[in-house]
């Protein structure tokens, strides 16, 4: 399917989904736990990939609209009859690596191409070494994989410049080993906000895990029960970071934004509320309310390290273009290994609509003064990121946009056309 985008100024109130980081954990620790029920959870393409996980290992899903029910399976997943098919949700396939290292029989995990694509060996290689079994079956550390024969826990060692769902998939498994696990970092933790979300769900759930001077710990021999027996998800700032960046860039004159679902909680990509009142905008955080408010700016070039913050590399990227001087996106590497290379991708979709950029191995320089946007036939890639960002990109555009693969969406924010279109937005989806 293919979004087509008109130049169009935006305007009115709208609500950030809830947060997919947030989702994925929830779920899973609910599987984990003997029941539980999640609010406000995002159902997206990507969260129903871990509850039909949560399914396959013996537990129960129950949803009525954002309100999941879950029957766990008590810290001791079963053996799946079937293999357990993550589609493109490379956190739901990280995660649910831990959750199958647990059990007695094997459990074979894939996903659609571009998942198959993506790196794991250094989770497998834990798993193998806290006793449990994981197996690349092509033997390059991607999909499928085999997993399981009960992990028991212990100390491993792990890069930490790869993913850090490798690290939440340990420590959400290893509160129900019989000993723990203890990992060390061998490498700079990257997107280390992800696993301070983690460390908070699982407090939230009942479960102690710590940093420590060489890693983060947990004790086993826990369980999962969220106080009240329910866990309610915060709104998701990955997402809201396009509603954010669309009142920025094209917000109608004397009007604003207004964003809803903007309560503060552990998530980095909250970094977006600084980074675009540092490029100029004017905004408005009532955090009591969950609120905020931004009207349209003239906007200058910044400096920013996304090694914390790899999500918002494509919304930053789309500010840099309409912004007057350079915007220079730092250590980027990782952001290469999400659902496609994103550096690549926001630098080769962004040529095809007139901008300048310089793209390295590790940086990504949007020249925005000698950038003027113009409507392009361009490529989503697969990834629902790509496709968000370029359709704020093209509300400032001259002439139509056509971005291919809007239907990708789906795996974070199923309704963003709508809102758009409800905030003013000419887009539309055939």
């Not at 979300?197 to 029960?225: H, M, W």
């Not at 503060?264 to 490029?279: E, F, K, L, W, Y």
């Amino acid at each position: 399917m293919d979004a087509h985008v008109t130049p169009s100024r935006v305007a009115g109130r709208t609500r950030a989904p809830p947060s997919k980081s947030y989702t994925h954990r929830a779920v899973l620790a609910a599987g984990y736990s003997d029941e539980a029920v999640v609010r406000d959870a995002l159902v997206s393409a990507d969260t129903k990939a871990t509850m039909r996980a949560v399914e396959a290992f013996g537990g129960s899903v129950d949803r009525d609209g954002q309100t999941v029910e879950v029957a766990g399976f008590g810290g001791r997943p079963g053996t799946p009859d079937d293999v357990v098919n993550c589609e493109n949700s490379g956190t739901t396939m990280r995660l649910v690596t831990g959750c199958a290292a647990l059990g007695e029989g094997l459990t074979v995990l894939t996903g659609d191409a571009s998942l198959r694509s993506r790196p794991h060996g250094p989770l497998l290689d834990a798993v193998f070494d806290l006793d449990g079994r994981a197996e690349s079956t092509r033997r390059n550390g991607q999909a499928p994989l085999v997993v399981g024969d009960g992990m028991t826990g212990g100390t491993v060692e792990i890069p930490g410049d790869v993913s850090s769902q490798f690290i939440t998939a340990l420590l959400m498994a290893g509160a129900v080993t019989e000993e723990g696990i203890d990992v060390e970092l061998t490498t700079e933790l990257k997107s280390s906000p992800y696993v301070d979300i983690t460390l908070e769900l699982l407090a939230d759930f009942g479960v102690e895990a710590t940093r420590t001077d060489a890693g983060f710990s947990v004790p086993g021999g826990q369980s999962y029960a969220p106080e009240g027996g329910a866990y309610s998800v915060p709104g998701d700032f990955s997402s809201l970071s396009y509603l954010l960046a669309a009142g920025a860039v094209a917000g109608a004159e004397g009007e604003d934004v207004v964003i809803e679902g903007a309560r503060p909680s552990a998530q980095g990509d909250s970094a977006i509320v600084d980074i675009v009142r540092d490029m100029g905008a004017t905004v408005d955080w009532d955090e009591d309310a969950g609120e905020l408010v931004v009207s349209a700016a003239d906007l200058t070039g910044t400096t920013v390290d996304v090694g914390d913050t790899p999500d918002l590399l494509p919304t930053i990227a789309v500010l840099g273009a309409v912004a007057d001087g350079d915007t220079v996106i730092e250590n980027c590497e990782h952001v290469r290994f999400k659902e496609t290379d994103r550096v690549s991708a926001m630098a080769e979709e962004l040529a095809e609509m007139g901008a300048n950029v310089t793209e390295q191995r590790d940086r990504l320089t949007i020249h925005g003064g000698e950038t003027d946007l113009v409507g392009a036939a361009v490529d989503g890639r697969g990834d629902h990121r790509i496709v968000m960002s370029l359709a704020v990109a093209g509300l400032v555009a001259e002439g139509e946009t056509t971005i291919a693969g809007s239907e990708h969406v789906d795996v974070s924010f199923p309704n963003f056309f709508e809102a758009m279109r409800d905030l003013g937005a000419e887009m539309t989806e055939h």
